[in-house]
C-alpha cells in the first residue's frame, strides 16, 4: 500500500462523528416529511371574551319581548267571524214568531247580529243575544230567517235559512171588517118576503183581533144600523129597521120591523196583522106589528131569510 504522505496526496477529513439525538433514525436520513420533524404550533394567546354593555342587553331582550308579543297578539290577524248555526224554532202567536241560535263555538263574541227576513233587514241584536223575535206579522204565514254576525266592520257568511210560521187562527176568530155584499133569500114569510142583496160597511169596536161591529146595512132604497156582538164564533144582534112603509105612495104610514141577525164566518184569510173574515152565512128574521091608518091597515107578518156573503 502506498503511503499518501509518500505520494503526496492529502486524505479527506475524517467525518466527525454525530452523536445520535432524538431526531437520528435508524432507518435512513431525516427528511422535512418525516412526521418527527413536524415542529410544535407556536402558543395562542387566549382570546379574551366579549361583554355586552348593560344597556343593549336590556334593550335586546326588550325586543325580543315585543317581538313575542306582537307574534301571541296581531291586531291585522284577528280571528274570522264565525257562521251563525244551530238555528231553531221557538214559541209564536198568530202576530209573532221566536228563533234562537247558537254561541260561537271559538273566539270572541261578535259587536252584533244582523236579522234578515225574506232577504231584508228585519232587525239586530246585541252580539251577546241569542235569540229574537218579530212581531207585528201576519197570521197563517210562512216567514224566512237568515243571521249575519258582525264584528269590527266584518261580516260572517249568512247562516243557514230558518222557516218559522205564524200561528193559523181558528175560522171562527175571523175578524168582520170593511165593506160586504150580503145575499138575502127568503126561505120563509107571511108577508114582506125579503129577497135581493144587502150592502154591508162592518166597522169592529177593537183595533186589533176579534170583537163586536157596529153595522150599518143598505139595500139601495132603505138602510139601518145593528151591532153585533161575537160570542162562541157567532155575531149576533137585533135591531129596529125601517124596510118599508105599510099603505099606498102618497098616503103610507111607517111600518117598522124587529130584524135579527145570526152570522157566522166561513172562512178567513191574514190581511196585514188581522186574521180576517172572507165569507159568511147567516139569517135574518124580522116580524112586523100590526099598523093602520084612517083608510087602510097592515096586518101582523113575519119573515126569515138566508145569508150568504163576501167582501166587495
Known amino acids: 500500500m502506498t503511503d499518501p504522505e509518500v505520494t503526496g496526496q492529502s486524505l479527506p477529513a475524517a467525518a466527525a462523528p454525530t452523536a445520535p439525538g432524538p431526531l437520528a433514525s435508524a432507518q435512513g436520513p431525516i427528511t422535512d416529511h418525516d412526521p418527527a420533524f413536524a415542529q410544535a404550533p407556536a402558543a395562542v394567546p387566549p382570546r379574551r371574551r366579549r361583554r355586552w354593555p348593560l344597556v343593549t342587553l336590556v334593550a335586546v331582550i326588550v325586543v325580543a319581548g315585543l317581538a313575542a308579543g306582537l307574534v301571541v297578539w296581531a291586531p291585522w290577524t284577528q280571528p274570522p267571524v264565525l257562521r251563525p248555526a244551530g238555528l231553531a224554532v221557538g214559541p209564536a202567536t198568530a202576530n209573532s214568531i221566536s228563533f234562537h241560535w247558537a254561541r260561537p263555538a271559538t273566539g270572541p263574541p261578535p259587536d252584533k247580529?244582523?236579522?234578515?227576513?225574506?232577504?231584508?233587514?228585519?232587525?239586530?241584536?246585541?252580539g251577546t243575544a241569542t235569540s229574537y223575535r218579530h212581531a207585528g206579522l201576519t197570521p197563517a204565514s210562512?216567514?224566512?230567517?237568515?243571521?249575519v254576525a258582525?264584528?269590527?266592520?266584518k261580516r260572517s257568511p249568512q247562516s243557514a235559512a230558518l222557516a218559522v210560521s205564524t200561528i193559523t187562527p181558528p175560522v171562527s176568530q175571523g175578524r168582520l171588517q170593511g165593506r160586504w155584499n150580503v145575499y138575502a133569500k127568503t126561505i120563509r114569510h107571511t108577508s114582506h118576503g125579503r129577497n135581493g142583496t144587502l150592502y154591508w160597511n162592518f166597522i169592529p169596536s177593537c183595533a186589533t183581533g176579534v170583537c163586536g161591529v157596529a153595522a150599518h146595512v143598505s139595500d139601495g132604497k132603505y138602510s139601518f144600523k145593528v151591532t153585533l156582538t161575537h160570542t162562541g164564533g157567532v155575531y149576533r144582534g137585533?135591531?129596529?129597521?125601517n124596510l118599508g112603509?105599510?099603505?099606498p105612495r102618497g098616503s103610507s104610514i111607517p111600518d117598522p120591523a124587529t130584524v135579527k141577525f145570526r152570522l157566522r164566518v166561513t172562512n178567513a184569510v191574514g190581511e196585514g196583522q188581522a186574521?180576517?173574515?172572507?165569507?159568511l152565512t147567516g139569517t135574518m128574521a124580522g116580524s112586523y106589528?100590526?099598523?093602520s091608518s084612517a083608510s087602510f091597515y097592515c096586518p101582523?107578518?113575519?119573515?126569515?131569510?138566508?145569508?150568504?156573503?163576501?167582501p166587495s
Not at 210562512?142 to 243571521?147: A, C, E, F
Not at 137585533?238 to 129597521?241: E, K, L, R
Not at 101582523?300 to 163576501?310: D, R
Open 275 to 279: 186574521w180576517a173574515a172572507i165569507s
Open 289 to 291: 106589528k100590526y099598523v
Open 150 to 153: 258582525l264584528r269590527g266592520g
Open 142 to 147: 210562512t216567514y224566512q230567517y237568515r243571521v
Open 245 to 247: 112603509p105599510c099603505g
Open 238 to 241: 137585533v135591531t129596529v129597521a
Open 300 to 310: 101582523a107578518a113575519s119573515f126569515k131569510a138566508a145569508l150568504s156573503g163576501n
Open 113 to 126: 247580529y244582523l236579522i234578515l227576513s225574506d232577504g231584508r233587514v228585519a232587525g239586530t241584536v246585541a
